[in-house]
């Protein structure tokens, strides 16, 4: 699946920035801009940071058809839901929902998003295949069209790439195991209640289990215990 990120009369330019440098963020790089209402000047740019060329080579259009010529499907974005189920207009999926249906599509996608004042109107959202709204509080549902767009855009790419956890190298389980065992040295030292110490032995490794540490980590702690153990036995 190919992404074409399409703005539609974007009333302020920095919002364009941001959407480049989203899209830079999450790895898509086709941008198109319908008939924008402000110049994509040096706000634009600043705001971009290290996608300025997003929005230098962002395709600009004056009609939104123009902007939905070759792609296999188009969806539009809102923040206004139906109040009766026959408006079948604004029946909307989730970014999540979005993203397994396009996911299988070979050619182009278009994602729609509207002006920053009203968004896309009912006219705009019939040119669509699909809509799109991000479940929010109900008592304000906008979101800035930049921050919307970071959220589409990041459900887009983990779908592609998996949620990728951040490298660390993990403790063993010897490690982790060794770690529990000086805790309990430590708290016999401490002259703590037996079953008390039993019960804290096992909730020290709860914890652990739950929320893998690291090896720099474990190795860490391990000193700490160590040299809390030996002051408890004035060895130092």
């Not at 259009?61 to 206004?80: H, M, P, Q, R």
């Not at 490794?205 to 690291?214: E, T, Y």
């Amino acid at each position: 699946m190919h992404l074409r990120v399409v703005l539609v009369e974007p009333e302020h330019d920095g919002n364009v920035g941001s959407v480049a440098r989203l899209m830079k963020n999450f790895d898509f790089d086709e941008l198109w801009v319908v008939n924008p209402q402000t110049p994509l000047g040096d706000e634009a740019a600043a705001f971009a940071s290290h996608a300025k060329n997003l929005v230098q080579s962002a395709v600009r259009v004056d009609v939104l058809d123009e902007a939905l010529k070759d792609v296999s499907l188009a969806a539009g974005t809102t923040s206004i839901l139906p109040k009766r189920t026959a408006n079948v207009l604004r029946t909307a999926v989730t970014p999540e929902e979005f993203t397994r249906i396009v996911g299988p599509i070979k050619g182009t996608v278009a994602l729609l998003l509207g002006r920053e004042s009203k968004g896309l109107t009912n006219l705009e959202l019939e040119e669509c295949d699909l809509v799109v709204s991000i479940p929010t509080a109900y008592h304000y549902r906008a979101l800035n069209v930049a921050s919307a767009a970071g959220i589409v855009l990041y459900e887009l790419w983990k779908s592609q790439h998996g949620s990728r956890r951040l490298y660390i190298e993990e403790a063993d389980r010897a490690s982790r195991r060794r770690l529990v065992e000086m805790f309990d040295s430590l708290c016999e030292e401490a002259l703590i209640l037996p079953y008390k110490r039993r019960l804290a032995v096992r909730a020290f490794l709860n914890v652990l289990s739950r929320a893998p540490a690291s090896s720099r980590e474990t190795s860490l702690l391990l000193g700490v215990v160590r040299q809390s153990i030996q002051r408890l036995k004035g060895e130092f």
